[in-house]
T-cell receptor, first 117, second 113 residues
Framework: NAGVTQTPKFRILKIGQSMTLQCTQD?????MYWYRQDPGMGLKLIYY???????DKGEVPNGYNVSRSTTEDFPLRLELAAPSQTSVYFC????????????????FGSGTRLTVV | DQQVKQNSPSLSVQEGRISILNCDYT??????FLWYKKYPAEGPTFLIS?????DKNEDGRFTVFLNKSAKHLSLHIVPSQPGDSAVYFC????????????FGGGTRVLVKP
């Protein structure tokens, strides 16, 4: 059972280049997320999706785009890379929250470490 | 604004003793709270959650306590083991918002043998 798979694991981009971070999950989760983690900081939400064809902005969406054409895949597109986008990017997926309260939690991928120079 | 805050960046504890990690939040409307553990070069892994209608949840060596009046939650790890050495994040979310989570900045725990 692979869970959440992110590719690539590492990437160096030049300023102004573009790239797509890939994320796929095999748990049939409807909900998917992209977070970024800057050094010594917590995770900040970039975009999320509650199902195929539905996406919405998180806390830090500027400079990014997403699409969700299938339940399994949720790619993150960086256009015109900037040094401020140097970060570790995590994709995650989840079930909806429990009806009785509490939460099943997210399953995270292992991350993509991106450096923009 | 930081709605979820972990004020202690690091914690050192002896193997076998209790680790207590703290987290404060500002929004009293959060529906649930979660704790995650993260090793270097890996994604965070889910540890335990608690609904806002509860004040305690236990799972093996991990117990989370919620004090709503103080807007404070804590994670107790008993007994601490060297494999618990990691960064721990608390997070909070709303049911009606796509299960989005707001994360604290993390606390690095070192368990000394």
């Amino acid at each position: 059972n692979a869970g959440v798979t992110q590719t690539p694991k590492f990437r160096i981009l030049k300023i102004g280049q573009s790239m797509t971070l890939q994320c796929t999950q095999d748990m049939n989760h409807n909900y998917m997320y992209w977070y970024r983690q800057d050094p010594g900081m917590g995770l900040k939400l970039i975009y999320y999706s509650v199902g195929a064809g539905i996406t919405d902005k998180g806390e830090v969406p500027n400079g990014y785009n997403v699409s969700r054409s299938t339940t399994e895949d949720f790619p993150l597109r960086l256009e015109l890379a900037a040094p401020s986008q140097t970060s570790v990017y995590f994709c995650a997926s989840s079930y909806p929250p429990k009806l009785t309260g509490g939460n099943y939690g997210y399953t995270f991928g292992s991350g993509t470490r991106l450096t923009v120079v | 604004d930081q709605q979820v805050k972990q004020n202690s960046p690091s914690l050192s504890v002896q193997e076998g003793r209790i680790s207590i990690l703290n987290c404060d939040y500002t929004n009293s409307m959060f529906d649930y709270f979660l704790w995650y553990k993260k090793y270097p070069a890996e994604g965070p892994t889910f540890l335990i959650s608690i609904s806002s209608i509860k004040d305690k949840n236990e799972d093996g060596r991990f117990t989370v306590f919620l004090n709503k009046s103080a807007k404070h939650l804590s994670l107790h790890i008993v007994p601490s083991q060297p494999g618990d050495s990691a960064v721990y994040f608390c997070a909070a979310g709303f049911k009606a918002a796509g299960n989005k989570l707001t994360f604290g900045g993390g606390t690095r725990v070192l368990v000394k043998p």
